[in-house]
T-cell receptor
Framework: DADVTQTPRNRITKTGKRIMLECSQTKGHDRMYWYRQDPGLGLRLIYYSFDVKDINKGEISDGYSVSRQAQAKFSLSLESAIPNQTALYFC??????????FGPGTRLTVT | DQQVKQNSPSLSVQEGRISILNCDYTNSMFDYFLWYKKYPAEGPTFLISISSIKDKNEDGRFTVFLNKSAKHLSLHIVPSQPGDSAVYFCAASGGAGNQFYFGTGTSLTVIP
């Protein structure tokens, strides 16, 4: 079984819809992250959480919100999706100060 | 501003030769550096790391070099194999928050 899972793997939605992307991990890591990947822009940090009660904005948090439901679960929400949020979204986990391990990604298309 | 830069979007190398991927950073507080490999439709996979107390780290065919004065790191793959064809990202962290900042990636093609 994969250590970091993401659901859904692919999603097409319309402008204005609310979308939630979910991430679960079995690595026992405290830290969880959400990144998006765009062509030519690499991976950019959206939000990160160092434990269940700690949520922090990353480089590009506008238009997104997150929830850390448990140590193992970290979800990303787009309250009102817009086309420029079309991207690959990756969840990652790490222990304190350690190397992030990534999930397989969610391809989101907003039409 | 991009704090971690990979100025070569793509690189082609013959099988068996050396691949050299480069990465520059601007933040002098960065003290931990990573390289990831990414295949299409998969998440990035950790490859090798280096901390600022070292200038070289080796793992099999992969070696990372760090030049702190130049704020530059490079990944050497020797010998290159067709299965190494992927996008390679460098990443850096350090200072407050310990966020990881990623470069834009270099697409490596190893030609058989």
């Amino acid at each position: 079984d994969a250590d970091v899972t993401q659901t859904p793997r692919n999603r097409i939605t319309k402008t204005g819809k609310r979308i939630m992307l979910e991430c679960s991990q079995t690595k026992g890591h405290d830290r969880m992250y959400w990144y998006r990947q765009d062509p030519g822009l690499g991976l950019r940090l959206i939000y990160y959480s160092f434990d269940v009660k700690d949520i922090n904005k990353g480089e590009i948090s506008d238009g997104y919100s997150v929830s850390r439901q448990a140590q193992a679960k970290f979800s990303l929400s787009l309250e009102s999706a817009i086309p420029n949020q079309t991207a690959l979204y990756f969840c990652a986990t790490s222990d304190s100060g350690g190397t992030p391990y990534f999930g397989p990604g969610t391809r989101l298309t907003v039409t | 501003d991009q704090q971690v830069k990979q100025n070569s979007p793509s690189l082609s190398v013959q099988e068996g030769r050396i691949s050299i991927l480069n990465c520059d950073y601007t933040n002098s507080m960065f003290d931990y550096f990573l390289w990831y490999k990414k295949y299409p439709a998969e998440g990035p996979t950790f490859l090798i790391s280096i901390s600022s107390i070292k200038d070289k780290n080796e793992d099999g065919r992969f070696t990372v070099f760090l030049n702190k004065s130049a704020k530059h790191l490079s990944l050497h793959i020797v010998p290159s194999q067709p299965g190494d064809s992927a996008v390679y990202f460098c990443a850096a962290s350090g200072g407050a928050g310990n966020q990881f900042y990623f470069g834009t990636g270099t697409s490596l093609t190893v030609i058989p």
